[in-house]
């Protein structure tokens, strides 16, 4: 089946440092990333949708100059967390999407602790 | 726009014992249901999807979940469950239109469930 490969699984940074995380489509092509964000032991809130080729839409709150959205090509997302502070730590889910197929695939999520 | 209701936040349960997770929807329009599980610190797995036809749906690891459209509910059951199935469970829904430039439409997750086995 679709497997999205995610990495890194968890990552420590040090706060004001910037942190990319990859996801990859491993054999399919993903028209759509969906960048979620979970805190601990809630629902997982959308960040984003990208699309391939098009700058992402971002949901109402989220700041696009702090979480940058790359959907360069149809296998390969990333979402890069700029001048990461404390409160930025939390657990990061892509999903991809492929038209061809009516399924949301999602990554293992990364662990990211800014100290 | 749609939203999603999981009632039990925790679900206890002993093992061999049935259970059934809760999940009540609200849209204007008709949609799609998922039912996802995640084990700690991973991504979500698919359990089983609705999108058409009948209207009970078998998943993966022995679940399955009925769509009630008049009850606007699509619960999760299993007859009998494991230790292994201790995990938490999301509920999400997708309305059915694609976006107006082809994009995939955004899942919107409950709040999730957590179930536990007990020995």
């Known amino acids: 089946g679709a497997v999205v490969s995610q990495h890194p699984s968890r990552v420590i940074c040090k706060s004001g440092t910037s942190v990319k995380i990859e996801c990859r489509s491993l054999?399919?092509?993903?028209?759509?990333m969906f960048w979620y964000r979970q805190f601990p032991k809630q629902s997982l809130m959308l960040m984003a949708t990208?699309?391939?080729?098009?700058?992402?839409?971002?949901e109402q709150g989220v700041e696009k100059d702090k979480f940058l959205i790359n959907h360069a090509s149809l296998t390969l997302s990333t979402l890069t967390v700029t001048s990461a502070h404390p409160e930025d730590s939390s657990f990061y889910i892509c999903?991809?999407?492929?038209?061809?197929?009516?399924?949301?695939?999602f990554g293992s999520g990364t662990r990211l602790t800014v100290v | 726009a749609q939203s999603v209701t999981q009632l039990d936040s925790q679900v206890p349960v002993f093992e061999e014992a049935p259970v059934e997770l809760r999940c009540n929807y609200s849209?204007?329009?008709?949609?799609?249901l998922f039912w996802y599980v995640q084990y700690p610190n991973q991504g979500l797995q698919l359990l089983l999807k609705?999108?058409?036809?009948?209207?009970l749906v078998k998943g993966i690891n022995g679940f399955e979940a009925e769509f009630n459209k008049s009850q606007t509910s699509f619960h999760l059951r299993k007859p009998s469950v494991h230790i292994s199935d201790t995990a938490e469970y999301f509920c999400?829904?997708?309305?059915?239109?694609?976006?107006?430039?082809?994009?995939?439409?955004?899942?919107?997750f409950g709040s999730g469930t957590q179930l536990t086995v007990l020995p």
């Open positions: 999903s991809a999407r492929t038209r061809a197929n009516y399924g949301y695939t």
């Open positions: 054999d399919f092509q993903a028209t759509t």
């Open positions: 990208s699309n391939e080729g098009s700058k992402a839409t971002y």
């Open positions: 849209s204007s329009v008709s949609v799609y």
């Open positions: 609705y999108l058409s036809g009948s209207t």
């Open positions: 999400a829904v997708s309305d059915q239109s694609e976006g107006s430039s082809g994009s995939a439409r955004q899942l919107t």
